[in-house]
Nanobody, 125 residues
Framework: QVQLVESGGGSVQAGGSLRLSCAGS????????MAWFRQRPGNQREGLAA???????RYPGYRRGRFTITKDNAKETLYLHIDSLNVEDTAIYYC???????????????????WGQGTQVTVSS
């Protein structure tokens, strides 16, 4: 049974940084494509970063530098480090996994079969 459990969210001040974690189990963690998404109030779920099955990373170009995705296969944990938080980063953050995802479609929700329950991040000014 595939499980993804996010943690690390909370209330933070603008300008700070945060590291989110996603513990995976029930699937071959090291070989799966994994990603971070977020959903801001009133908006659709949007892709932030992904690590493909071959280990390559993907980011939306304009966010590169503030979001860093890493993966520790030994701990079966996916991370998202967020720098320079601002109030627009307030959202529920989700991790997602797929046996395989196409590099060009990594940010598409439909690419992923498995999702965590999400962790809330609230940024105050």
């Amino acid at each position: 049974q595939v499980q993804l459990v996010e943690s690390g969210g909370g209330s933070v001040q603008a300008g700070g940084s945060l590291r989110l974690s996603c513990a995976g189990s029930g699937f071959p963690f090291s070989s799966y494509c994994m990603a971070w998404f977020r959903q801001r109030p009133g908006n659709q779920r949007e892709g932030l970063a992904a690590i493909l099955s071959d280990g390559d990373t993907r980011y939306p170009g304009y966010r590169r530098g503030r979001f860093t995705i890493t993966k520790d296969n030994a701990k079966e944990t996916l991370y998202l480090h967020i720098d320079s938080l601002n109030v627009e980063d307030t959202a529920i953050y989700y991790c997602a996994a797929a046996e395989y995802c196409t590099g060009g479609l990594w940010a598409s929700v439909s690419e992923y079969s498995y999702w965590g329950q999400g962790t809330q991040v609230t940024v105050s000014s």
